[in-house]
């Protein structure tokens, strides 16, 4: 795995890119709020990508880089996640359709910067829908309407954060598990690779 340290608007940035021949599209993945690149979810639908033909690039923002586990705040996470993607596609993701995505508060950020990135695909996993155990708390459906490109959205079947409904242009798969995704890797692998396999629009195909 090759691994670039890009510099942002707020900080250093890092991303891990995972080793592909001839890949047909680029998925660029944003790990969640207080967690890492090595999440399993991350990693599982990382693999699913490859099967589908995608070079996979997990990103961890300037905070994680630095050590802090608390999140930034979104305008910093979009510009830290923005300057990566721009970064990228000018070098490991050049010429490549760009499908961005991420786990929780990572898939939030995809969602709110995939029209301004050019974006072909957004992948969701585990999207935190409301505050935890609190349905009738503050929505962020709105972040995930606004994407009018193809997403998908993979959420465990007992997450306490909500579980999105299906829309036009929204695909929401469900698996064993919580927030954390853990409980069903393999599921999370295929849900990832058959979305992206049968896109082949993303490809420009």
């Keep these: 795995m090759k691994t670039i340290d890009i510099e942002t608007p707020v900080g250093l940035a890092r991303a891990h890119v995972r080793p592909r021949d001839d890949p047909r599209a680029a998925l660029i993945l944003g790990h969640g709020a207080g967690g ?27 905070y994680r ?3 802090r586990r608390s999140p930034a ?9 923005t300057a990566v993607v ?13 499908v961005l995505g991420g786990r929780s508060s990572g898939a939030r950020v995809a969602c709110r910067t995939a029209e301004p990135l050019d974006a072909v695909g957004v992948l969701c996993l585990a999207f935190p829908l409301h505050p935890p155990g609190r349905p009738d708390g503050p929505s ?21 954060f909500g579980i999105p409904a299906p829309g036009p242009r929204r695909a929401v798969v469900l698996v064993a598990g919580d927030h954390g995704l853990k409980a069903d890797p393999d599921g999370v692998e295929a849900a990832a690779r058959d979305w992206l396999a049968k896109r082949s629009e993303l490809a420009g195909r």
């Design 73 to 81: 705040p979104a305008r910093q996470l979009d510009v830290a996640w």
């Design 140 to 160: 962020r459906i709105a972040e995930l309407d606004a994407v009018s490109c193809p997403a998908l959205v993979i959420q465990g079947e007992r997450d306490p």
């Design 65 to 67: 880089v630095a050590g």
């Design 86 to 98: 721009e970064q990228l596609r000018q070098n490991e993701a050049a010429g490549l359709p760009l």
């Design 36 to 62: 890492g690149v090595s999440a399993p979810d991350l990693l599982a639908a990382a693999r699913g990508a490859e099967a589908a033909g995608f070079r996979v690039v997990l990103v961890e923002q300037p």
